[in-house]
């Protein structure tokens, strides 16, 4: 069992739809991270959060929409998605530098 | 630009030997490493890192070697057993703007035959 829960763990959606992804940790860690994953591919960074706060935009497009409501829950809004946004997106948080990430389980995207 | 590269795409292992997994990177920046397993349709699992003032680290079957003066490190798993069939990824840790964030190899999927 995972410690960070990711949910839905499958997502279909249109292109002119809003949704949101969901991630929750009670681990204390104050770090919490989205990242994307394409198949075959190693996964990369979208944002990070430190305290709250977003300390990290990898010039992510903003049809994606982090928020971080509270030490322990970050969501990732959705809206006006395209095709090639699907993939496999993964929550992460981490306690202190050097420490390793804990990752959720992901949740599918598959936008049509 | 990729920074941490794992050449070998794919391993294959017969069950009971070692096997060895290798990443290389460019950044000297980096002073943290780890190696990641991951299965279909589950997230990354950590196995084991090593900080860049060590040169081993072990943990029960898994061993990470450093050099740095190479630029490379590898995951040694002996013995190899059918669960460890898996993707192994190769990480980084750098810092940014006072935030950590990781960079990930390619990864290099392993496959433990009995």
């Known amino acids: 069992d995972t410690e960070v829960t990711q949910t839905p763990k499958h997502l279909v959606m249109g292109m002119t739809n809003k949704k949101s992804l969901k991630c929750e940790q009670h681990m204390g860690h104050r770090a919490m991270y989205w990242y994307k994953q394409k198949a075959k591919k190693p996964p990369e960074l979208m944002f990070v959060?430190?305290?709250?706060?977003?300390?990290i935009n990898e010039s992510v497009p903003s049809r994606f929409s982090p928020e971080c409501p509270n030490s322990s829950l970050l969501n990732l809004h959705l809206h006006a998605l395209q095709p090639e946004d699907s993939a496999l997106y993964l929550c992460?948080?981490?306690?202190?530098?050097?420490?390793?990430?804990?990752f959720g389980n992901g949740t599918r995207l598959t936008v049509t | 630009d990729q920074q941490v590269k794992q050449n070998s795409p794919s391993l294959s292992v017969q069950e009971g030997r070692i096997s060895i997994l290798n990443c290389d990177y460019t950044?000297?920046?980096?002073?943290?490493f780890l190696w990641y397993k991951k299965y279909p349709a589950e997230g990354p699992t950590f196995l084991i890192s090593i900080s860049s003032i060590k040169d081993k680290n072990e943990d029960g079957r898994f061993t990470v070697f450093l050099n740095k003066s190479a630029k490379h490190l590898s995951l040694h798993i002996v013995p190899s057993q059918p669960g460890d069939s898996a993707v192994y990824f190769c990480a980084a840790i750098t810092s940014l703007q006072g935030a950590q964030k990781l960079v990930f190899g390619q990864g290099t999927r392993l496959t433990i035959n009995p």
């Open positions: 959060y430190s305290y709250e706060k977003l300390s």
């Open positions: 950044n000297s920046m980096f002073d943290y």
């Open positions: 992460a948080s981490s306690q202190d530098r050097g420490r390793p990430h804990h």
